[in-house]
């Protein structure tokens, strides 16, 4: 069985500080990854999506992407209590375009 | 604008009755999806579409159906089978030729039964 393993939190970091979110797999034919970010209430929203091995940057969101430990992480530098949310791992496989999910990790920015 | 609407934006249900979710994007993607996510949960698959006149069941399609008969169109039924149907239910779409699947969201229907 294919899964995605997030640490379910809550994570609690500073506001200003570096808040850091990881995600393992279990498929080592993975292709392709991805961070969703999901307010309460509300649907998720994608905000990175990455392909290849190494770090992928925008804005104060970086993805980094490991696929020889299977791990896939994303950092929000200079957190801001706007980005308290529920972060949700998504992994595609290939082979059809059904994405697997992790249940999420809430975060929370403290003032 | 292009995107994805949802309706209604809540449902409420009585035990016994068929009830219909309405998913309709303008992207011009292919494929489309149904999830539910219950509280503190990630999302779990109902049905998805790659084509029109096609689609496949997911995880938890026992209680649900679903059409395909517009690319713009998905709707989602949920019957008197499903037992346990209250949920936020999310429809999804993606280019369905892309090997990158990145999936977008409509805003989502919340189901409640009385």
């Known amino acids: 069985q294919k899964e995605v393993e997030q640490n379910s939190g809550p994570l609690s970091v500073p506001e200003g500080a570096i808040a850091s979110l990881n995600c393992t797999y279990s498929d080592r034919g993975s292709q392709s990854f991805f961070w969703y970010r999901q307010y309460s209430g509300k649907s998720p929203e994608l905000i990175m999506s990455?392909?290849s091995n190494g770090d992928k940057e925008d804005g104060r969101f970086t993805a980094q992407l490991n696929k020889a430990s299977q791990y896939v992480s994303l950092l929000i530098r200079d957190s801001q209590p706007s980005d308290s949310a529920t972060y949700l791992c998504?992994?595609?496989?290939?082979?059809?375009?059904?994405?697997?999910w992790g249940a999420g990790t809430k975060l929370i920015i403290k003032p | 604008d292009g995107g994805i609407t949802q309706s209604p934006k809540y449902l409420f249900r009585k035990e016994g009755q068929n009830v219909t979710l309405s998913c309709e994007q303008n992207l011009n993607h292919d494929a489309m999806y149904w999830y539910r996510q219950d509280p503190g949960q990630g999302l779990r698959l109902i049905y998805y579409?790659?084509?029109?006149?096609?689609?496949q069941k997911g995880d938890i399609a026992e209680g649900y159906s679903v059409s395909r008969e517009k690319k713009e169109s998905f709707p989602l039924t949920v019957t008197s089978a499903q037992k346990n149907p209250t949920a936020f239910y999310l429809c999804?779409?993606?280019?369905?030729?892309?090997?990158?699947?990145?999936?977008?969201f409509g805003p989502g229907t919340r189901l409640t039964v009385l």
């Open positions: 998504a992994v595609n496989s290939g082979g059809n375009y059904q994405l697997i």
């Open positions: 990455i392909y």
């Open positions: 579409s790659q084509i029109v006149n096609d689609f």
């Open positions: 999804a779409s993606s280019l369905r030729d892309s090997s990158y699947n990145e999936q977008f």
